[in-house]
């Protein structure tokens, strides 16, 4: 995943009394030219920075840069634009400018640079010597943590290590958090000094969502988790189901919610990495591109060729140089010593030819596809780059994040993944269909509720909706609410800070863009494959996920067409040009997963129903025991060695998951 490099936004204030061609002659020509030279300053330094964190150095001139270019934005806009507003002017492309130059960065680098700090450095000792010493044998989160978070199935394990990353990071920095909410609320506010807006924003949230130019904006969101919180509630239950197989007593899930720690990722916003428990059908073929790229002998590089190969078949721009290291991308995790921010980012150097990926790639499919996601902003920054500057940003911060997730959506197909010799002997059939959709969905649909609670925290945070007291408890009652998740140990207001736990919140960089992503690019996607001919709705027969629109030029022109406009339309005529609709809706996304939704439901409810016979599963176990088998559901009941237990147990379980699916609304 990736955030824009935070500085594309600063931008200054447009207002004066120029005449209208005074202004376009200002904004073509010295504007246009300062503007991107501060951004590319800003950014290399930021980069410089991020692939080097231990240098106080570089991160003295990050602050430095920070620091001059706020004071260039507020000398040009003293000189120039002290009053005027779009209004003033009749040309759209000039009024939108006016409107959309009007955010001056904030210097928040301090406290945002030492909670990435902690962040990034946080290390931990293994399980099996709790007590090491931390610099020398802790584990830091990529890939150490996050392997054991992916692999192991011991549960003690799995709650130690949860608690543990949770320690050295959020707890360490809820004061900084503090520090850095009352920071970033002043700088957004309309009437503080040093800070000039057109518009007057109440806090922070407010300022965040103003990209999004939707005044009923908070109120869309929670209207499309609506549309997919039935699909999201299907999916968790089954999952539940497995997981407790696994687990057995140690699981307990009898008030409908799940530990967050069993997930394979310690957000539990990505349940990939227990695809093998949860697959509906676990011996029929199987795609498993990680040991194809193993045999193979693929390299990092091959992985990013074989990437920027699928975008030029669309006839999209070749993107070599954002993975060229020699030309300052970084593609491997440093082995000279340096401590990097790990975090996939895509880079824009605002000078119209440098272009930068920054990740510590691993040679596995789900890296594969990250590369995917970030050669979409890449390929995003490429085709608006001759924009005016306030208008090279995407149509809306969500379109930025669904762009190289929509390519990915078509490359992960088993239609693509055989064009591309990645998978072998497998068979298409109804099995595999329903695996594969499995295996989508617990990366999509299980991502849903996660993106969506993170800003809606951060929303209430900024706001004052909750006091500071309540912070840890108020993400955990969204953490309840929407993913159905549970801390696997005691939570506490005083010393625990979980938000901080995850990359985005130290890092300053908003989350409901991707929440948006993962409902768009399943209307691009499909848009995508109509153009190319790949998918027609009329026809039942060929469902939607089995589109692959690999060597369409008709779905890159498609592409093309909304890439190109930048910002410089409001993001519903993009979404338009793109898709033929000027509305956001999940639509798309509940048609490519109706035959997962039908199955899930119907598995679901037949689980219910001979739960629900509970004087027979008293009566006799045994006979029980057979139904079971040919079910071909190997449940929670018998898993356990205490029967009689489990299965009471399992049954409370089914009443409140009803009660849940049923209660509607919000969870
Ligand atoms: C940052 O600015 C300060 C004050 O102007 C200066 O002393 C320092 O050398 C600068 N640091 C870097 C790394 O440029
Ligand atoms: C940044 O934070 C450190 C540690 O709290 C403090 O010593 C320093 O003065 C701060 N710098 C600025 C520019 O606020
Ligand atoms: C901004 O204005 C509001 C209302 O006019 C006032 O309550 C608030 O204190 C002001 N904030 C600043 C930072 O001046
Ligand atoms: C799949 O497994 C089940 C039971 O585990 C077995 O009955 C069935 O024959 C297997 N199917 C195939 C195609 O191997
Ligand atoms: C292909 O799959 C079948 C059934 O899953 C398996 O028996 C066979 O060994 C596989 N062949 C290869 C070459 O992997
Ligand atoms: C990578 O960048 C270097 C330095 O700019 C250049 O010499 C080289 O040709 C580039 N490699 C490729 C494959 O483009
Ligand atoms: C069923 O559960 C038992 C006990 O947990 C386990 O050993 C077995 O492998 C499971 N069978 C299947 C098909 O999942
Ligand atoms: C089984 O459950 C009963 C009732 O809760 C309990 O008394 C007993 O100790 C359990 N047996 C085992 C082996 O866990
Ligand atoms: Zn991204």
Known sequence: MVFLPFLAYTLMCIQA?????????FLQNTYEKEASQKCYKANIAEFNYETDIRSKTKEETVTNTTLETAAWEKDIWKKYFSDITPNDYTDPSLKRQVRTLHILGNALTNATNQMTGIYSTGKICPYSKQD??????????EPGIEDIIAKSTDFDELVYIWKAWRDVTGAKMKDLYKTYVTLSNEAAVANNSDHIYLKDFSDKGAYWRDDYEDPNFVQNMDDLWTQVEPLYTELHKYVGRKLKQRYGSKLDISDGLIPAHVFGNMWAQSWNNIADLVRPFPNVSKVDVDSALKKQGYTVLDLFKTADEFYQSLGLLPMGVC???????????????????????????CDGNTFRLKMCTQINFE?????????GHIQYYLQYKNQPYSFREGANPGFHEAIGDTIALSVATPTHLRKINLLTNYTDNDETSINSLMDMALDKIAFLPFGLLIDKWRWDVFSGSVPESKWNSHWWEYRTKYQKVRPPVKRSD???FDPGAKFHVPGDSQYIAYFLAHILQFQFYRSLCIAAEQYNPEDKTVPLHKCDFYKSVAAGDKLRDGLKLGSSKHWSETLEIMTGTKEVSAEPLLEYFEPLYKFLKNENEKYDNYLKNKPQLKVNIFVLFLTHIKNNDNGTVFSSNNETVSSEKQDKLSNDDNKNVNGGGTD
């Open 323 to 349: 993975y060229n290291e020699s030309a300052g991308a970084m593609i491997n995790k440093p082995t000279d010593g340096r401590e990097v921010l790990c975090h996939a980012s895509a880079w824009d150097f």
């Open 132 to 141: 090491c010493d931390v610099t020398k044998e802790g584990l830091s989160l």
């Open 494 to 496: 005083e010393s625990d």
């Open 367 to 375: 890296d594969f596809i990250t590369i995917h996601h970030e050669m």
């Open 17 to 25: 009394k120029l005449t209208e061609d005074e202004l376009k002659d």
